[in-house]
T-cell receptor, first 113, second 115 residues
Framework: GAGVSQSPRYKVAKRGQDVALRCDPI?????LFWYQQALGQGPEFLTY????????KSGLPSDRFFAERPEGSVSTLKIQRTQQEDSAVYLC???????????FGNGTRLTVT | AQSVAQPEDQVNVAEGNPLTVKCTYS??????LFWYVQYPNRGLQFLLK??????LVKGSYGFEAEFNKSQTSFHLKKPSALVSDSALYFC?????????????FGQGTTLQVKP
């Protein structure tokens, strides 16, 4: 079956621009996570949804970062007024429930110039 | 605080030889431990997990990992390495409430298997 799909695959933004990154989780997966992976580092947790409820947003680095999952399926991570330090790969992952392994998408590589 | 350490940036091994990728952890309470593999320009793929039970956990692609509570380690192993095993490997520990998958990842170890 289809895996986790993320779009766009690559995004180049000028500093100060807003960006929106999309994640289509595996159908039926309740849990959805966003991670940020800087070059040469492990992924770092950003936020977590259970269906449409955002239960944990403790990893969002600033109030410029916003995530939503309004119908409990597709999720969007929005970054306002992008800064160079936002350059990273943004990974989305979903799981059937909290005990199941995470299934990751291929990520969106964001470059802020 | 929960943390994961992968002490080796890179591991080199000849094809056919056994491989070990090291991981140590620090958690309060019982650890939930995971290994993921990442190929270039791809997301992470689940290999195996330890929740409870046998200390030797078997996973995908012939990999296994040994949980050692006294040494707080969860090293990834494979008896005979393949060139196609060359990739970036991440150890992770789950933290937070028991019904979330929130993970802390190590820095990653690049495995290079040479023919």
């Amino acid at each position: 079956g289809a895996g986790v799909s993320q779009s766009p695959r690559y995004k180049v933004a000028k500093r100060g621009q807003d960006v929106a990154l999309r994640c289509d989780p595996i159908s039926g997966h309740v849990s959805l996570f966003w991670y940020q992976q800087a070059l040469g580092q492990g992924p770092e947790f950003l936020t977590y949804f259970q269906n449409e409820a955002q239960l944990d947003k403790s990893g969002l680095p600033s109030d410029r970062f916003f995530a939503e999952r309004p119908e409990g399926s597709v999720s969007t991570l929005k970054i306002q007024r992008t800064q160079q330090e936002d350059s990273a790969v943004y990974l989305c992952a979903s799981s059937f429930d909290g005990d199941s392994p995470l299934h990751f998408g291929n990520g969106t590589r964001l470059t802020v110039t | 605080a929960q943390s994961v350490a992968q002490p080796e940036d890179q591991v080199n091994v000849a094809e056919g030889n056994p491989l070990t990728v090291k991981c140590t952890y620090s958690v309060s309470g019982n650890p939930y431990l995971f290994w993921y593999v990442q190929y270039p320009n791809r997301g992470l793929q689940f290999l195996l997990k330890y929740i409870t039970g046998d200390n030797l956990v078997k996973g995908s692609y012939g990999f296994e990992a040994e949980f050692n509570k006294s040494q707080t380690s969860f090293h990834l192993k494979k008896p005979s390495a393949l060139v196609s095993d060359s990739a970036l490997y991440f150890c992770a520990v789950r933290y937070g409430s028991s019904n979330t998958g929130k993970l802390i990842f190590g820095q990653g170890t690049t495995l290079q298997v040479k023919p």
